[in-house]
């Protein structure tokens, strides 16, 4: 490998990086709290609600990400990393309310109605009682998500969002040293992913041990 791409070219790597990382811890937590929301109202006892979150997750879930990021940035008059942020968001929070839903199915139906007998509301009960524990439950299938998302990210490059391929792109056209860029690209991915592989796998143990 040249490595005089990676020293010459450092400032745009590191930029890429920085916005790979804003966007993907941005698009994280912004998914993880809207599919929690999602999955409260795929099992709602209420039809109306019922209908918009399965709706929402079989559209947005069935539709590649990079049409949902090109039709933001085309309809809104946005950034490409602020479109980009927002298509991973969508596309993200479907797949996170399904593993969230599938947790909270698994939880004993007498809890919640333990809960709401204790005087909670049903979205209380919701968030107090039944969504800690099935978080918990969905941990493995949740860090496969934000790993994904964090490898997602790199479709941002479609919308000049400024990420890592974006910048591997402009230094690869300048450079010809197309695979040698690529090949030190997929090395700060891993820097995203691989922590987070482990730290997902650690706090999987740590609260296995806690039940």
């Known amino acids: 490998m040249n490595f005089a791409i990676l020293t010459e070219n450092m ?18 937590i912004a998914s993880l709290l809207l599919g929690a929301f999602i999955a409260v109202l795929r099992i709602a006892p209420y039809k109306p609600l019922n209908w918009f979150g399965t709706a929402y997750v079989e559209f947005f879930r069935n ?3 990079l049409v949902i990021m090109l039709s933001v ?13 927002i ?5 993200t929070t479907a797949f996170i309310a ?9 939880i004993p139906k007498g809890q919640l109605e333990a809960a709401r007998s204790s005087g909670l509301t049903y979205s209380q009960a919701m968030r107090i009682v039944i969504l800690p524990q099935a978080i918990k439950i969905v941990i493995p299938p949740l860090g496969n998500q934000f790993i ?13 969002g400024g990420d890592l391929m974006y910048q591997a792109d402009l230094i690869s056209a300048r450079t010809f040293a197309t695979m040698d860029t690529y090949i030190f690209v997929a090395m700060f991915y891993l820097v995203l992913t691989i922590p987070l592989s482990l730290g997902v796998g650690y706090l999987e143990k740590r609260l296995a041990k806690s039940n």
């Open 148 to 160: 994904n998302l964090v490898k997602n990210s790199a479709l941002l490059a479609a919308i000049a």
């Open 87 to 91: 298509g991973l968001i969508i596309y």
């Open 63 to 65: 539709i590649p990400l």
């Open 11 to 28: 400032d745009l790597f590191l930029e890429g990086f920085k916005i790979t990382l804003i966007s993907s811890v941005i698009a994280l």
């Open 73 to 85: 940035y085309l309809i809104f008059p946005l950034k490409g990393i602020t479109a980009g942020t």
């Open 98 to 106: 399904e593993a969230i839903r599938a947790g909270i199915l698994s």
